[in-house]
């Protein structure tokens, strides 16, 4: 089965300062890769998704991700962050021939200092 | 536009209970989910429906059953509580092909004690 890895749990920055969440995931055939991201309180919402084509995905809010099959990876960046940027942020995928469910990774906090 | 609504909010369940969970979505999606999110393991999926008529068990079934109502609704049963359910629990849809984004509605805060 496929599994998805988050390996920063807790992320604290200073306004300003570039961002950058780790996702790899575990699946040797063909995915769809995904960044949620859940606002204190709020539910989840869809950042940037990567289905195929051109693998530097832009999303809202200024964010990007760049999908690396090689690595298995999906990192996801932005270059300035702001103080509205505390949430927490999942790496999700689905599989084709799994139907469209997603498998989330664990989460990363992220803390925006002022 | 609603999206994708759940009721209730919140709720206190004493072990043993039984209570249900709704969600109605209003974009003619024809797949839905429900999944339950808790601290430190992301979200797990509970169970999902490809379609109207279909559902399917997901990573955590255990304790729950779903219903299907119709193309817009979908329920989470808990027959018999646990402490091992205090969970949000989040409903979802989407149109239904691989890669489609997946939309969330508020989540339900449940507390069994």
């Known amino acids: 089965a496929q599994s998805v890895s988050q390996h920063n749990h807790h992320v604290i920055l200073s306004e300003a300062a570039s961002l950058e969440l780790g996702c790899n995931y575990s699946?040797?055939?063909?995915?769809?890769l995904f960044w949620y991201v859940q606002y204190p309180g709020q539910h989840l919402q869809l950042l940037l998704k990567?289905?195929?084509?051109?693998?530097l995905v832009k999303g809202i809010k200024g964010f990007e991700a760049e999908f690396i099959k090689s690595k298995f990876s999906f990192n996801l960046r932005k270059p300035s962050v702001q103080w509205s940027d505390t949430a927490e942020y999942f790496c999700?995928?689905?599989?084709?021939?799994?139907?469209?469910?997603?498998?989330f990774g664990t989460g990363t906090q992220l803390k925006v200092e002022l | 536009n609603a999206g994708v609504t759940q009721t209730p909010k919140f709720q206190v369940l004493k072990t043993g209970q039984s209570m249900t969970l709704q969600c109605a979505q209003d974009?003619?999606?024809?797949?839905m989910y429900w999944y339950r999110q808790d601290p430190g393991m992301g979200l797990r999926l509970i169970y999902y429906?490809?379609?109207?008529?279909?559902?399917d068990k997901g990573e955590v079934p255990n304790g729950y059953n779903v219903s299907r109502l119709n193309k817009r609704e979908f329920s989470l049963r808990l027959e018999s509580a646990a402490p091992s359910q205090t969970s949000v629990y989040f409903c979802?849809?989407?149109?239904?092909?691989?890669?489609?984004?997946?939309?969330f509605g508020e989540g339900s805060w449940l507390t069994v004690v």
């Open positions: 979802a849809s989407s149109p239904g092909q691989i890669g489609n984004t997946i939309y």
């Open positions: 699946y040797g055939g063909t995915v769809n």
């Open positions: 990567y289905f195929s084509g051109d693998p």
């Open positions: 999700a995928v689905t599989i084709t021939g799994g139907g469209n469910k997603l498998t």
């Open positions: 974009m003619n999606h024809n797949s």
């Open positions: 429906s490809a379609s109207e008529g279909t559902t």
